[in-house]
Structures are given as structure tokens and as C-alpha cells.
């Protein structure tokens, strides 16, 4: 649907090191304050913001009894329908920000983390276990596997089991696919949040080494916006 | 407590509060920081390893030397890599022994870093989970090692502290101590004044402290000058300023009734020669001048010599009293040159009449007979010419020694057979409890005890006083040591100037200070004026000891004493002659009553010397007399040792 791929920020992989691990802090149990996200996003985006929040939720909750194949199709087509595709530097105004999932439907586009933050924290809020959901770089082959043109992408990944292929939920290709009817991706490492914190421990943003690191801090916002 | 050791006390507490508080804090801030630091390096290595990992070949040696290259090269407890279904695929762990800082510290500060965990893929598939655990050993060393160093820091901090601490306490409470220490002279009735310090609430106290100390002494001041000015209008002679009869023959009797080396002396009476006819010759203004100018040379003549007294004992009669003093025609012809000069001056002087006789007296002769011998004198005298000096026959009383020399023979050995005792006589409280026992020396000479009016004036003569006042100390010390009976002795004049005197009494009160307790020790009113800078050190040199300290024969002359109030004296004995006839003298009441004042004001306790009669008895605490000492005054309680046979006593 959108023909433009992501563009990570430069340094995006090597920062990375730092981010995966910190994936899971927030989202060790999904859940959250739909009303304050509504409300704070009626407050920073207008009515807009209030209808996009609005329509997520009634999202979520269309979704909840269905199952996980119909949940990753549900939230798939909900974000890569309703988020425009646009980069950070004329969003943010910023050469490379990670935004919440309330930012990005505030303003109702993002680029390519944008959306598989958004995707992630929505199916771990439909009840889908950490351990079997990645968020995947990877390189895009851009049109056509014999193309020479490729370009840094994220996407999110689930494992029905741990021995099997993943399922990719992709702003590229709107349908949901198996990683093997991908050859135009290449998955290069993967995170996230199983078995990270045991204990439940939940960063804070008292705690200095958060700012380092562009995930936590969007992790943090979530917290502060109601998102857990 | 002393305020000192609680302030020192207090700033302990607060120092090491503070030093305690903050070294809890640093260690544990270290700890902090160190546990964030293990654990980005855990989170950071496990990410890169697992990169790594990521992109290689997947066959197990590869893997197997990745994780082992890491874990060999690096510092790291554990590495394991565990399989998508959770079976461990490699680990590796340190097993060594960890060292450094020591397991109780360990325990006490663990440090907790989470291993950093980071997920390996093999393409789309899953490879594994790798679990990565740093170290801890260098981070508990580091810990340790600066825990210590903080320590031995605070340690010298604090040291420091408490030495500046101690040394601005001590000049912070230095005016303090000093106000205690004007607080405790004034409680010993001391009136001294301290510098005021630079403390804001320490000066406002010294201002106080120095204001009151300032006030009573002024008020002693205006006592004493109130004193001496009752005294002078009623023991005095209006024109002349000397002493009228009565007061004169008081210290008269109260002199031949002493009982120490100036109980002999010498008596002179000069006579102007027809008053009457001069008065209506010369007119009253001239010949009160004249008079005036006969006393002045009186006056001149006794002052010098501490209790020497110059008296108007008739209306034409001039009397000087010279206790200690004798040899009479010297004396006289002294005192006749000085009248000549003066009164050659004048026509009028030139040309009156004053004929002179002197004599001496020895203890024990009466006042009657004094008078009598030194009257016939003067008759002849008169007879004799204008200016004519006449000396009375000594008294006939024999002496049992013909010259100086025989006198010391006789002393020294009576002296060195150690013949010498002490008297008794009872210093009473008006209720009869018992103050102390005036003990005064009794020597062997000739076979018989004589007392001290009789030996005493050629000791002093012949300077033997210090020896034998050593003798009477000694032997008092040795008494109040067996015996809880307080004991008073005197000091005389001439010992109090002798240096080898004092530090013989001095070694005596140390070596007993029980005893010590029980000793009054006095010295003579007239001793004390002669030699003030002696008496001042003697005072203030004996009271550590604890003695009791005095002055006995006190009279009109006490309130001349410089700073009384600062010796630290503990009681006055009134001289005889202003206790003699006090139930009826009403100017002596006065005057009596406010030397009382005054005494008590000072802390002393006043004493009556020479109580004779029962009517003196029963007034004298009516005019503030503490206890009384006298003929009449006996022992509530027979005597051990009755007193020395020929004792004589006031």
C-alpha cells in the first residue's frame, strides 16, 4: 500500500545494542488507560486525534475474541490503513524519532518503527505472549529481488512456536505473510522482551541510563500516556 | 559534666552523624552507580555478542569460539546461549575463586546487576537466547578499596574537626571561665572585676558581674568612710584630731593586758605648760593652733609605727603610746627635738612651756601605776624647766634577766629543751558553742611557765620571733592532729616579713591537711598594716589549706587595710579597747556596730577580744559580735590540760 520503505536513522543498529533489551519493560503485562490516552490525545491533537484514538480501541476490542492469526491481520490492516507513511524529519521535524503509539496515531502517520511500535504494543494489549512477537531489522530489497536498490526497514515478527517460521507484519506489503514468501526482506537481528526482567522490575525515568536510549525513552512516554 | 566535655560530646555525635550519613550515602551511590554500569555492560556485550552471533555461520565450533573468544578475552561470570526451547546449547562460567574485598562486605553491600539477555537469529529463525553476566569481583574491589579510602578520609576529617572543635570551644567558654571563676570570688566575698570578652551574652554577663562586684565594693567604700568618720567624732578630740582620754586609755589597758611581744613599750606625756593664761593671753584661735601644731608632731611621730597612738588625755596633756618601743629616753628626745623645731617657728610657740617625761612598762603592770610613775616624772620635769625631759623609774618590778644577752641565753635554751606548751582560752558563740581555743605560748624560763607578754617583747627585740612562732606551729599542728579541738595561734609581725617563716608554715599545713582544718591562725592588726604586701601574699599563699585566717587587736585601723575584701579573710578580733565599757559608751556602741556591718558584709566573723565584765557579755551580741573571747569567757566544759600556772589573760 505504501510504496515508500523506512528509512532507519543512521546509527540505528549500532544503538540498537543498547534499545532491544530494554523492549520489555513496559510491555511485560499489557494493558492500560485507554481514557487517558483518548483524553491526552483530544488534548494534543484535536478532534482528530480523539477519532483516531477512538477507532484503535474499538479495534482492540473487536479484536480481543478473535484469534491470533485474525488479531495480527485486524491490527495489520488498521495501522497500515490508517497511519500515513511519512518520515521523521517532516513529522518530528527531527532526522530520526521514535514516536509513541499515541503520537502516531495523534498525528496519524509515521515511519517504519512508528508502525511496528504501534503494531507490537497492540498485540501485546490483545493478549499476545512477548516471546513469540519480534520486532525485526531488516534489509528491503527494493522493487524486486533483482534490484540492486536496498534500504534499512523494520518489522514485526510472530512465532507460532520457537522452531517455526515467522509471520511478518509489514507497512510494505499490507498482507500478512510468512517470512518465506518474503524474499524481498532479509532479516538481520531481532529483539525482544522475553525472559529480559525477571522479577517485574519497570524502568523509571529517574533512571539516568533511560535518555541514553531512544526505545526506553518511547517506551517511558508510553508509561506517562497511559500505554503499559 | 564539665560544659567542655558536653559540648565536645555534641559535636562528636553530630560529626560522626554526618560523617556516618554521608559515608552510607557515597557507598551506596557508588553502589548504585556501579550496578548500572555492570549493567549497561551486560545489556551492551550481550547485544553485540548476540549480533555476532547472528550473522556467522551456525555450526557449533563457530559458535562454540564465539562465545569462548568472548568469554576468554573478556571479564564475565557466565555466557550461556540456550536453544528456542529453552535447552542449553553453550555456557561457559568463571569458577575461580573470588578475592578482594572481603565476604562480609559482600554480604553487607551486594551488588545487584541483572544479566543482559539479547536474542540470536539464524535468518527468520530463532536460534537462541544468550544470557551474558559480567563480573562482580572488580566492582565489590572497587567498592571496597573506596569504602576504605572514604574511611580513612572521613577518619582525618574528623580528627581535624575535633582538634579546630576543641580549640574554638576553649576560646569560646575562656570568658566563661573566667566568669566563673569572679563568680566564686565574689560567693568568697572577693570583689574583683574581669575584661569583658568579645562574646555578645558572655560580655552582658561579665558587665553584670563586674557591676555588682563593682557595687558592693563601693558600698564596703562608703561603710568604711562612714566608719571612720563616727569613729573620729567619738573617740577623738575636736581640736586636735588626736585620741580623747577615754579612747586612749583604753589602748592603754588593752596593750599592758597583751599578751605577745608588744605588751612592753614605752609611755610619754608632755604637758603645756599654763593653758589657761596662754588662752587669754593669746587668744583661742592662736593657741588651738598651737595646740594643733603639737599634735601634728604627735601624730607624725606615732603614725609610722603601725599601732603606736598619740592621745589628748588632758586638756593641756599629750600622750603618745609606743608599744614595742624600749627605750624611753630616746624616744623622748626624738620627739622633744621634732616639738622644738616646730614650734620655734612662732613668737608664740618660742615661748611656751613643754615639759616632757617618758617610761617604759613591761607586761603585767597596771595602768594605774604606769600613769603614776610617768606623772611624778613629769613634776619633775616641770619643775626642771621649760623644755626639760624627764624619764620615770623603770617599774619595780625585778627582771629576771640582766641584759640582752642573758635574755636570748635563757630563750634559746628554753627554746631548744623544747619548754614551751600552749594555753587555753575558750573563743565562745553567744550560745557558749565553742569557736576555737586561743593558744598562746607558754615558755619555761627559771622554773616557771611564764606567758607571752612577759617573754614575747625581748623575742621580738632580740628577733628570735620567727623561731618561735615555728615552735608554736609546729606544736599546734601536732595537737590538732590528735585532738578535733580547733586551736587559734598568732603570727607576729616580724615573722610574717620572714620568707623562711612562711615556707616552714607552708611545708607544716601540707603535711596535715586534716589538721591544717582546725587551725586559726591570726596575725596582729598593726602586723598586718606594716608589712600589707606581705600579708596580702601570706592570705592568699594559705588558702588552699583550709586554715582559718584573721586578724586579732583589730581596731579604728582595720578599714585602712587596702583590697580587705579581696584577701579572703574568714574573721576579725576586736581589740580590747573598743570592747572595754561597751554596755554603756554609746559612741563606742556605734562604732562597734558598724565595724560589725562592715566585717559581715565581707564574710568575716567578728570576735570581742578582752570581754572582762558580765554586763560586756550580755551586750555585745546585740551590736552583731559573733563570739567573744575574755576573762569572763570560760569553757563549756572542763579542760584537758588546765592553763599554764601565771597565765595572765585579758
Not at chain 2, 210 to 231: G, I, K
Request: charged share 20%.
Amino acid at each position: 500500500m505504501f510504496s515508500r520503505p523506512c528509512r532507519l536513522g543512521n546509527s540505528a543498529l549500532v544503538r540498537l545494542a543498547g534499545l532491544c533489551v530494554l523492549i520489555g519493560v513496559g510491555l511485560a503485562t499489557a494493558g492500560g488507560d485507554a481514557d487517558l490516552m483518548e483524553r491526552l490525545a483530544g488534548e494534543r491533537f484535536g478532534t482528530s486525534g480523539t477519532a483516531s484514538v477512538r477507532a484503535w480501541r474499538q479495534m482492540i476490542a473487536d479484536a480481543l475474541p478473535l484469534d491470533d492469526l485474525e488479531k495480527l491481520q485486524r491490527t495489520n490492516t488498521f495501522f497500515n490503513r490508517r497511519i500515513r507513511f511519512d518520515d521523521d524529519a517532516a513529522i518530528w521535524e527531527e532526522a530520526d524519532y521514535w514516536a509513541t503509539p499515541l503520537e502516531t496515531l495523534g498525528r496519524e502517520a509515521g515511519d517504519c518503527e512508528d508502525f511496528s511500535i504501534a503494531k507490537y504494543m497492540s498485540l501485546r494489549l490483545l493478549g499476545i505472549p512477548a516471546d513469540k512477537l519480534r520486532l525485526i531489522y531488516v534489509r528491503a530489497q527494493l522493487g524486486g529481488a533483482q534490484n540492486g536498490l536496498s534500504q534499512a526497514h523494520m518489522v514485526v515478527g510472530f512465532y507460532p512456536s520457537p522452531h517455526a517460521e515467522p509471520l511478518v507484519l509489514d507497512n510494505l506489503i499490507g498482507e500478512v505473510r510468512p517470512a518465506g514468501r518474503r524474499p524481498d526482506l532479509l532479516p538481520i537481528f531481532s529483539f525482544n522482551s522475553a525472559g529480559l526482567w525477571i522479577g517485574g522490575a519497570t524502568a523509571s525515568s529517574a533512571d539516568p541510563t533511560t535518555r541514553l536510549s531512544r526505545w526506553r525513552s518511547v517506551l517511558v512516554r508510553m508509561q506517562q500516556e497511559g500505554l503499559q | 559534666m564539665s560544659l567542655i566535655k558536653q559540648l565536645w560530646i555534641a559535636i562528636a555525635i553530630v560529626m560522626s552523624l554526618s560523617l556516618g550519613g554521608s559515608l552510607v550515602v557515597s557507598t551506596l551511590s557508588a553502589r548504585h552507580y556501579l550496578e548500572q554500569q555492570l549493567q549497561v555492560k551486560n545489556l551492551d556485550n550481550a547485544t553485540s555478542l548476540a549480533l555476532a552471533l547472528s550473522q556467522l555461520p551456525k555450526d557449533p565450533v563457530t559458535v562454540e569460539l564465539q562465545v569462548a573468544a568472548q568469554f576468554d578475552a573478556g571479564h564475565y561470570r557466565l555466557i550461556r546461549l540456550t536453544g528456542p526451547s529453552g535447552d542449553v546449547v553453550i555456557e561457559r562460567e568463571y569458577a575461580g575463586p573470588r578475592n578482594g574485598a572481603p565476604d562480609w562486605f559482600s554480604r553487607l553491600i551486594p551488588i545487584e546487576a541483572r544479566p543482559g539477555v539479547a536474542q540470536v537469529q539464524d535468518g527468520w529463525h530463532q536460534f537462541g537466547t544468550l544470557t551474558l553476566e559480567s563480573h562482580k569481583r572488580y566492582a565489590y574491589d572497587a567498592l571496597w578499596v573506596g569504602t576504605k579510602q572514604l574511611l580513612l578520609w572521613f577518619g582525618l576529617g574528623g580528627a581535624l574537626t575535633g582538634l579546630i572543635g576543641t580549640l574554638i570551644i576553649k576560646h569560646i567558654t575562656r570568658p566563661l571561665r573566667q566568669v566563673v571563676e569572679q563568680a566564686e570570688a565574689i560567693g568568697e566575698r572577693r570583689f574583683v572585676t574581669t575584661p569583658e570578652p568579645g562574646t555578645m551574652e558572655f560580655r552582658r554577663l561579665v558587665r553584670a558581674m563586674n557591676t555588682l562586684s563593682e557595687r558592693v565594693r563601693t558600698m564596703l567604700a562608703d561603710e568604711s568612710r562612714r566608719l571612720e568618720q563616727l569613729r573620729r567624732q567619738t573617740q577623738h578630740d575636736d581640736i586636735t584630731g588626736l585620741l580623747n582620754r577615754d579612747q586612749f586609755m583604753n589602748r592603754l589597758d588593752s596593750v599592758l593586758a597583751r599578751d605577745d611581744a608588744r605588751s612592753a613599750g614605752t609611755l610619754l606625756i608632755a604637758r603645756l605648760g599654763d593653758l589657761a593664761a596662754l588662752n587669754q593671753h593669746l587668744g583661742r584661735e592662736t593657741t588651738n593652733r598651737l595646740l594643733r601644731d603639737i599634735a601634728a608632731q604627735y601624730a607624725a611621730f606615732a603614725v609610722p609605727h603601725g599601732d603606736w597612738e598619740a592621745g589628748r588625755i588632758g586638756s593641756s596633756d599629750f600622750a603618745l603610746l609606743a608599744p614595742g618601743q624600749r627605750d624611753p629616753a630616746a624616744i623622748a628626745s626624738e620627739l622633744a627635738q621634732r616639738l622644738d623645731t616646730a614650734l620655734n617657728v612662732t613668737a608664740e610657740g618660742r615661748g611656751i612651756r613643754l615639759p616632757l617625761a617618758a617610761g617604759a612598762f613591761a607586761a603585767g603592770e597596771s595602768r594605774s601605776s604606769l600613769l603614776a610613775r610617768v606623772d611624778s616624772a613629769l613634776a619633775v620635769a616641770e619643775r626642771a624647766g621649760e623644755r626639760a625631759i624627764e624619764i620615770a623609774t623603770e617599774s619595780t618590778t625585778a627582771l629576771p634577766f640582766p641584759d640582752p644577752q642573758a635574755w636570748r641565753t635563757a630563750l634559746t635554751e628554753s627554746l631548744e629543751r623544747n619548754d614551751i606548751r600552749l594555753a587555753r582560752f575558750p573563743v565562745l558563740g553567744p550560745d557558749g558553742t565553742l569557736l576555737h581555743y586561743e593558744a598562746p605560748m607558754r615558755l619555761m624560763l627559771d622554773g616557771t611557765w611564764q606567758s607571752a607578754g612577759y617573754f614575747m617583747p625581748w623575742v621580738a627585740r632580740l628577733g628570735l620571733a620567727a623561731r618561735f612562732d615555728a615552735a608554736v606551729a609546729r606544736l599546734a599542728m601536732r595537737e590538732t592532729a590528735t585532738s578535733a579541738t580547733p586551736l587559734g595561734i598568732n603570727i607576729s609581725a616580724e615573722s610574717l616579713a620572714d620568707a623562711s617563716f612562711r615556707s616552714e608554715l607552708f611545708t607544716l599545713l601540707q603535711g596535715n591537711p586534716a589538721a591544717a582544718q582546725r587551725l586559726w591562725i591570726e596575725v596582729p592588726e598593726y602586723g598586718a598594716l606594716l608589712h600589707q604586701p606581705e600579708f596580702r601574699a601570706f592570705c592568699l599563699a594559705l588558702r588552699p589549706f583550709g586554715c582559718k585566717l584573721g586578724i586579732e587587736h583589730a581596731g579604728p585601723r582595720f578599714a585602712r587595710l587596702n583590697d580587705l575584701h579581696e584577701l579572703g579573710l574568714d574573721y576579725i578580733k576586736i581589740d580590747a579597747a573598743l570592747i572595754h565599757g561597751i554596755d554603756s559608751d554609746a559612741s563606742s556602741q556605734g562604732f562597734l556596730r558598724s565595724l560589725c556591718t562592715i566585717a559581715h558584709s565581707i564574710g568575716l566573723l567578728t570576735i570581742a577580744e578582752g570581754v572582762g565584765t558580765e554586763a560586756e557579755k550580755r551586750a555585745l551580741p546585740a551590736f552583731g559580735v559573733d563570739a567573744m573571747t575574755g576573762p569572763t569567757i570560760e569553757a563549756p566544759q572542763p579542760l584537758q590540760a588546765s592553763p599554764a600556772p601565771g597565765a595572765v589573760r585579758l
